[in-house]
């Protein structure tokens, strides 16, 4: 059982970090593929709460080394943050891996990403404003830093200077901001390279390596699969490849490594920025799913918008994923209501639609076709077995099992690290 991915199966949040964090004892290394300090996971061990953004939650995990792969875009400055913030509460960061292929989200990047979400008014994606896009576009533009230019000062420099030629040119002209200075930028990147030189290594060796010895390797997905730049809701998605197929390149390994990949599905719906939502609610259930789930971004602090579950994202999930397991997270946030509505498909012009429309115009017309399953009224915290759920949760999850394309192997009844029901070991 070498390699799985974990992945949102929704538009992220869905409480990815106590998935990996159940998995972390027996995992040996734990990858994030794409994204960057975007992502936000709450991990809970003992009473300590932990908020990472752009380290896997591996890093946890004593046993465990937490890589950064080739496809993270790494914000030095965060990373650097985010380690000392571990150390300080006696958290052990040494064995931490990060790949010298990884793109670099410097300043400049970042006020990129605001600018143009002003710029955009009306139009604009809800980003978290950490440089993601930028940075992403400048990887495919063939003008992106990478961790590696770090060791090359003049490298660096000819690369840093030659991109800014043509950003300040933006910034001034367009946005009508002051220009940023190539020299100041590089000297604070070498400042970054010498702190996290220890860190950086060729990580698709290593992973291939700990592969062929039957190691055990977990790839973390960041945000979820409608937020994909592929197959999520575009324009408003990430810049990247949360679906599982992400995890080959953002990794460097090939497909045929794999061999689970698991769906985290909350047993509603959330997302946080703009786009379209079929189940959204604006009264008092969604209200009371927000308060009730804390659907707050770790992140960005934003709340987020909420909404019944949706089966046709998550059969969609499947599919473009390959999905072998679910997890389901969140299910005890449902305790409490007499009935609780689950869209089936959607009405798009007066017609019933099973599958996720292709078309961004359907997609955004799609309105929930919705059947009601009895709620329960029990507290389910400390349910330990599928047994111990009240019959009409096990009914719940038995249906979004059949309608979502794949069993449900686990189930988060509370935010704790054990609890957790599990039903088919992942390893
Ligand atoms: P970006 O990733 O900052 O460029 O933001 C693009 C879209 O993805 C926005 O709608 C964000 O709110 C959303 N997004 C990015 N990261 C996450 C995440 O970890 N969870 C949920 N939404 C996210």
Known sequence: M????????????EGKGKATDLLGGSVDYVVRYQGGNNAGHTVVVGDQKYALHLLPSGILSPGCTPVIGNGVVVDPAVLLSELSGLNERGVDTSKLLVSGNAHLITPYHTTLDKVTERFLGKRKIGTTGR??????????????????????????????????????QILAKLYNRRAIEAGKIVEELLGYGEQIRPYVADTTLILNNALDEGKVVLFEGGQGTLLDVDHGTYPFVTSSNPTSGGACTGAGVGPTRISRVIGI???????????????????????ALRRIGGERGVTTG?????????????RYA????????????????????EQIP??????????????????????HHAKPVYEMLPGW????????SFGDLPKNAQAYVKALEEMSGAPISAIGVGPGRDETIEINSFL
Do not use: H, M
Not at 7 to 12: D, F, N, R
Not at 302 to 314: K, Q
């Open 131 to 168: 440089g993601i896009g930028p940075t992403y576009a400048d990887k495919i533009n063939r003008v992106g830093i990478r961790v590696q230019d770090l060791y090359d000062e003049s490298i660096l420099e000819q690369k840093v200077e030659a991109a800014l030629d043509f950003k300040n």
């Open 302 to 314: 934003r709340d987020r918008r909420c909404g019944w579950f949706d089966a046709v994202i998550a």
């Open 318 to 337: 499947t599919r473009v994923n390959g999905l072998t397991d679910f997890f389901l997270t969140k299910l005890d946030v449902l305790t409490g209501w």
């Open 342 to 363: 689950v869209c089936v498909a959607y009405e798009i012009d007066g017609k019933r639609v099973e599958e996720l429309p292709y078309s961004q115009s359907d997609f």
């Open 265 to 287: 599905l909350k047993a509603y719906t959330t997302r946080v920025g703009a786009g379209p939502f079929p189940t959204e609610l604006f009264d008092d259930d969604g209200e």
């Open 2 to 13: 070498p390699a799985l991915v974990l992945l949102g199966a929704q538009w992220g949040d």
């Open 377 to 384: 009224s029990e507290d389910i915290t400390q349910a330990k």
